[in-house]
């Protein structure tokens, strides 16, 4: 469609990025944490359903966090029931165990209370088998969010409030991907994302480690040994710019700016002028 001499850019819609950062991160969910996904819609609720089947597809758990769960159903502990029956202590396995291997989807994840926040950030530290979480964050406002515990710990922060979509394409057939056989970054790579964080105002080093991890995986689901320029500015898009507390200024010289005041004259003019203002010789 053209319209004044101009072509109308229809900007892409924010699932569609979602859908890649989801494809990253089932390459390796213990390695990134886990992602957030931000807005209540139904583009949302589609990548909840193609995550979960993704998951269990591939053999592992999917578990959805009660909204009130206390520490014997996170972390697990003693059965009392079970435990008077059988007339010793039976252990009963916690949410965090139960889904090992797979993913923890976290409802109304801006509500959280600080203590559960906190012993899911612990997890995340300390366990190799995961899970992953899935944050699903209602916030109305700007401001409101999840705890920033487990914010830093989701590599990936997608925002789909204002997503046209109704359903999202599914997860389950993705390509074999070899994420050991991508060469690590190189330092000229690492430099680059480290301007890059730096320039956004983001001062933690976990979000760099995330991009340095998302730029080999996408080098990996496209088919490269090595991560490319493509591949960096994938990770940026994903990991680094959802995080970005500042834009970055353009420095501009006097030259190249519009707004930039001319240059004054010579005070008394030129060398030309002050030849002409001499007078004559007699």
Known sequence: ????????VIA?????????????????PTMFGGLTLRG?????????????????????????????????????????AASLASGAAVRQRGLLEESAG?????PMAERIEPGIAGRLAQHCDESDAGPALVLLDDSAEPDDAPPASL???????????????????????LPEVALPDVTALDDDALTALAATAEALGISSVRPMIFAAHA??????????????KDDLAAAVRLVLAPRATRIPQMEETPESSPDAPPE??????????????QPAPD
Not at 1 to 8: E, F, H, L, V, Y
Not at 55 to 63: D, F, K, L, Y
Not at 102 to 106: D, N
Request: with cysteine.
């Open 102 to 106: 797979g993913i923890v989807i976290v």
């Open 12 to 28: 892409p819609d924010p699932v569609e990025d979602a859908l890649l950062a989801a494809k990253l991160f089932l390459i390796a």
């Open 40 to 80: 209540a819609s139904p583009a949302r609720d589609a990548m909840v359903s193609v995550l979960t089947d993704a998951v269990t597809s591939a053999g592992n758990p999917a578990r959805k966090m009660p909204g009130h769960v206390d520490d014997d159903r996170l972390l697990g502990g003693v059965d009392i």
């Open 264 to 277: 004054p004259p010579p005070e008394g003019g030129g060398d030309n002028d002050t030849e002409n203002d």
């Open 215 to 228: 730029a080999r995986a996408h080098a990996a689901l496209i088919g490269r040994a090595s991560a490319d």
């Open 151 to 173: 914010l830093e710990r989701t590599a990936f922060h997608c925002d789909l409030t204002h997503s046209r979509k109704w359903q999202v394409d599914p997860l389950d057939s």
């Open 1 to 8: 469609m053209i319209a004044d001499g101009a072509s109308d």
